[in-house]
């Protein structure tokens, strides 16, 4: 991706998002791809990159562990195998099986159905191989902790076994030396030690010509000698000859390894690359964490569609200084590419320029970006960018004269894949005379189809946005009321500079405002004050554009609510019908059952008993209890449905219900614990016990037109 001017990444501030990168990075390789990292304009790579640190994202989500935690620089190492007769120590050798051994734990991660749900991932080992002859190779000369082993060669395996005879002769003369001359008390608090690779004793100084031997040194006191005895100097000699014989043999034994494991050269770098890469794509995936990034949707074609769009800087910023950030929702396409952004001064215009800017770039390195996944991006071949204050003093170029130059450069270089930031459009001039060179400027670039965002104060670039093709209005939101900017880009309209308000609201003289306000041509301070009022009324409408769809939201959940609950009734008035019903059928069918077994009974009777008549009479009763028992059930259910129990008194005149076969009369008289009921016509001697006080239920209201 070409960029201009060469300032740019650090206009945008794409080197402390690469730092940050590096700082997640744990390989020397990863840390090197960070700081390296390149701007392409091939979709395919981008896709690639962007999936690769996307997966690494979801896997960590998901607490997948992915075994690349091997971290160790080993270039020197593999640098050395390509070096002819070079020898590997034991602990480089080791760290190389350590490399192997990482490289076939990641093969094993990348299983049948893992290499489909990591497909991009997949792809960093897919044209290498685990080869296990080289952690082989490695196991036949060293042990677990990179010493060489015994049975490397019989050679080894012979001089090992004399030089431990050896030594264990040496210690049981050296022994006898040792219990002799406590007894004599020779010996120092040191007893014993080790000088030049021979084994010597340390005995007082004054003793030191009592004992035959070799001195081969004395404390820094002069106190003490130490003194190779007599006796262990040939052992001694043995075990340094034998010893030197080990280390030849070892570095054979190294060398050989060294020579065979550098045919494995390319497959072992190939391996350090890879752990490498993956160390860098998890760096990517973990900076993603840290910004909420996201994978958005990648176009083959020039536009820009962010949803939800953060600074990656001033979102870790504030977040960790317990501070909002307010996203950015921004669509350029091929019929509206360029944005003219307008508001007053440290409204949020030149961050939201930076933070198109900074997220073209980091998506275009293959890093994910602070947006919201269905958010759209498009690949760009070039970007430019003009921000701040640009004088040469190199070339004596003035602040207007160096911007001039640079819109130069962008009006001849720019195209359809072009994506440009321009901060405060034509300042450093007459305002007038800047404001011409500006809608020029802005035509310029919009008949070459470039995309862009401006930023600016002049009123005619505000005016002329809506009128020629492809160029929109935009303003950064401001809360007249408290003087404090809202950081909100609204897109479609311009914005008022709010010079006059804010002079107002800082108590600034009336009589100056007033004496200004008439310096100013009666036009242009009418359009701003329409701005301004425009602007007003818009934050009004969206204030109760947002009360409105909270009301909604809350209808909507009341009315799912009633629909659970209407529904939820509705089943129990369900489940009570059945349950009622199964109940009736229950209790017929434990009718029936009983009937079938007293009728058996009967026929038994029938046959024993002489009294056929007796019998007769018992199946009589029997059949038509049931219709008596339904008769009783319907005359109660009548004299529900008309009365009601109530509580009180039994007086004379009042109605009473009969408990036992529920008649309902009129007392007429009481006597003792008893009463005369009237049912009908006919009194009745009844027990009080027995009645219960009812009155008439209330006729029910009829709907009128019914």
Known sequence: ????????????????????????????????????????????????ALQQAHEYKQLTLLQENFPNDFILNLKKELRLLSIEGAVLTGEQAMLLRKLAESMHSIVRFFDHDRRTQYSSLYEVIKETHYEKKITATIDEVLDEL???????????????????????ELRR????????????????????????GRRVVAIYAENKRMVKGLIHGESDTRK????????????????????????????????????????????????????????????????????????????????????QAYHPLLLLYNRKNNKPTIPVNINLDKDAHILVISGPNAGGKTVTLKTIGLIQLMLQSGLLVPVHPSSQLGIFKQLMIHIGDTQ????????????????????????????????????????????????????????????GVVTTHYLNLKVMANKVKGIINGAMGFDEQTLMPMYKLMVGKPGSSYTFSIAERIGLNPALIARAKKLVDEGHFQLD??????????????????????????????????????????????????????????????????????????????????????????????????????????????????????????????????????Q????????????????????????LSDLVLVQEKPAEKVDEGK
């Open 392 to 451: 040469s003093l190199e070339f004596e170029l003035s602040t207007y004269s160096s911007h001039l130059k640079n819109m130069k450069h962008f009006m001849e270089s720019a195209n359809g894949r072009t994506l440009f930031f321009i901060d405060e459009l034509g300042s450093g001039s007459d305002p007038n005379l800047g404001g011409a060179f500006a809608e020029v400027i802005m035509e310029e670039l919009a008949k070459k189809h470039a995309f």
């Open 529 to 662: 004050k329409l701005l301004n009022k425009a602007e007003q009324d818009l934050q009004k409408v969206e204030h109760k554009e947002k009360e409105l769809q909270k009301l909604l939201k809350e209808n909507e959940r009341l009315k799912k609510e009633y629909e659970i609950l209407a529904d939820k009734e509705r089943k129990q008035q369900q489940y009570t019908l059945l349950k009622l019903q199964n109940q009736i059928k229950e209790d017929d069918l434990q009718y029936l059952k009983d009937m079938e077994r007293k009728l058996k009974q009967i026929v038994i009777e029938w046959k024993r008993a002489d009294d056929k008549e007796k019998v007769m009479k018992q199946a009589e009763i029997l059949l038509f209890r049931r219709r008596e028992k339904q008769h009783s059930e319907q005359l109660n259910k009548k004299v529900q449905d008309k009365f009601e129990e109530i509580k009180g008194q039994i007086e004379v005149g009042t109605q009473v219900k009969i408990v036992t076969n529920r």
């Open 664 to 687: 309902v009369g009129k007392v007429l008289e009481i006597r003792d614990k008893r009463a005369i009921v009237k049912i009908g016509n006919i009194p009745i001697n009844v027990k």
């Open 1 to 48: 991706m070409k960029y201009f001017p060469e300032s740019a990444l650090m206009q945008l501030e794409f080197d402390k998002v690469q730092a940050l990168l590096q700082e997640h990075c744990k390989t020397e390789l990863g840390k090197e791809m960070a700081a390296d990292l390149r701007l392409h304009t091939h979709i395919d790579y981008v896709k690639t």
């Open 173 to 196: 003369v050296f022994d006898r030396i040792l219990q002799k001359l406590q007894k004599l008390n020779y010996l120092a608090d040191q007893e014993e030690a080790f000088l030049n």
């Open 224 to 307: 003490t000698s130490f003194l190779e005895p007599e006796e262990t100097i040939e052992l001694n000699n043995d075990i340094q000859s034998l010893e030197r014989e080990e280390g030849r043999e070892v570095y054979r034994i190294l060398k050989a390894m060294t020579a065979a494991l550098s045919g494995y050269s390319f497959l072992l770098n190939g391996y350090h690359e890879i752990l490498g890469t993956f160390d860098f794509i998890r760096g990517k995936a973990k900076l993603a964490l840290d910004m909420d990034a996201n994978y958005p949707m990648l176009l083959p074609h020039a536009q820009l569609n962010l949803i």
């Open 146 to 168: 990179g010493q060489v082993r015994d049975n490397a060669s019989p050679e080894l395996a012979r001089i090992r076994i004399s030089l431990f005879r050896k030594r264990t």
